[in-house]
């Protein structure tokens, strides 16, 4: 997880708690952009904390997610499809449309790198990846 998304530990029973460890700028060894401006006080590496709500293996894990005072829940649900997997991803009760427009682009190019890993390619770089990204969901979304 932590080659795509996050490093981190999870206590993998309903109610355990989860640790996200992200440090997307380490994930391609690509040159990559500087973060947004609206990005720029994160600090480079950011953790986030939560519980297990809903663990049912192998095709469904849910948990929280702790930003601060805002709490969010993110589901990840698995399926096979032929010879692979469909992975559906609900992040669910973000606080307001900028969230939830950072957490769209932010998904996608961290499945891009995802993809990219999988494929046996050099992973895109998350910054560049997610600013062009971002951009095209929120012209989507006007």
Wanted: include cysteine; charged fraction near 30%.
């Amino acid at each position: 997880r932590a080659k795509w998304l996050a490093g981190g530990e999870f206590e993998l029973t309903v109610g355990g708690p989860i640790h996200l460890e992200f440090h997307n700028t380490s994930l391609s060894p690509l040159p990559d952009d500087p973060p947004p401006q609206k990005y720029c006080g994160l600090p480079e590496k950011m953790s986030f904390d939560g519980k297990i709500t809903q663990f049912k293996p192998p095709t469904l894990l849910a948990h929280t997610w702790r930003d601060g005072d805002e709490e969010s829940e993110v589901e990840y649900q698995l399926s096979d499809e032929g010879d692979k997997v469909r992975i559906v991803i609900v992040h669910r009760r973000l606080k307001d449309d900028e969230a939830v427009l950072g957490v769209m682009g932010g998904w996608h190019a961290h499945f891009d790198i995802l993809e990219d890993v999988l494929e046996g390619r050099t992973p895109r770089p998350f910054w560049k990846t997610h600013t062009a990204l971002e951009t095209e969901y929120e012209k989507r979304l006007q």
